[in-house]
């Protein structure tokens, strides 16, 4: 089944306390990003890849990284998460051809305490 | 760079009318708009789009308009049921990349 895989899909953790959250697809897409949902601003766009090794910065990429060492992998990494980076974290996978559609993963709550 | 304005942030209709959610963009550039459902607890999924050489699209009870002078696009669902409840999404996407631009969101509630 195509599918878009992230986990874990709840986390609750500590301000400081370094964590990963992982983002994997199994349909080839060369473009993955990473979204936070938070009520009343939608989906924001925090890191996207165009393919192996290229990423850049969404609209809020402050505190988070990323990397995309293989096509079907693109982890979110938080260095030392703060309580503001309490969200609904969402990845999305699509082919690198215009005016596809994106594929989304089941979705992370994650909050710091 | 591309911006997206959706409007209402919140819509409640009663079961059987229509409900209109309508979008606005700023990047002429801009030539494929979709529309995302996302259900309570669930992620975003594509329910219809349009691209910028088509004027309307439908697809059952769901339709979306496209006003390219006038840079907006709506979502029409006619004979609303209660699973429409949602929260829908629209995007543009500028030519120039794969980035969707996102809208902030419209919380469709269907009154019994």
């Known amino acids: 089944e195509a599918q878009v895989t992230q986990n874990p899909r709840y986390l609750i953790t500590v301000t400081g306390k370094k964590l990963t959250v992982t983002c994997s697809q199994n349909m080839n897409h060369e473009y993955m990003s990473w979204y936070r949902q938070d009520p009343g601003l939608g989906l924001r766009q925090i890191y996207y890849?165009?393919?192996?090794?290229?990423?850049d910065k969404g609209d809020v990429p402050e505190g988070y990284k990323v990397s995309r060492k293989e096509k079907r992998n693109f982890p979110l990494i938080l260095e030392s998460p703060s309580p503001n980076q309490t969200s609904l974290y969402f990845c999305a996978s699509s082919p690198a051809r215009l005016n596809t559609e994106a594929f989304f993963g089941q979705g992370t709550r994650l909050t710091v305490v | 760079g591309e911006n997206v304005e959706q409007h209402p942030s919140t819509l409640s209709v009663q079961e059987g009318d229509s409900a209109v959610i309508k979008c606005t963009y700023s990047?002429?550039?801009?030539?494929?708009f979709p529309w995302y459902k996302q259900e309570l607890g669930k992620r975003p999924q594509l329910i219809i789009d349009i691209r910028s050489n088509v004027g309307e699209k439908k697809d059952q009870r769901i339709a979306v308009t496209l006003n390219k002078t006038a840079k907006h696009f709506s979502l029409h669902i006619t004979e609303t049921q209660p699973e429409d409840s949602a929260v829908y999404f629209c995007?543009?996407?500028?030519?120039?990349?794969?980035?969707?631009?996102w809208g902030a969101g419209t919380k469709l509630i269907i009154k019994p």
């Open positions: 995007a543009a996407h500028p030519d120039s990349n794969y980035q969707l631009i």
């Open positions: 990047d002429s550039a801009s030539n494929y």
């Open positions: 890849s165009m393919n192996v090794e290229v990423t």
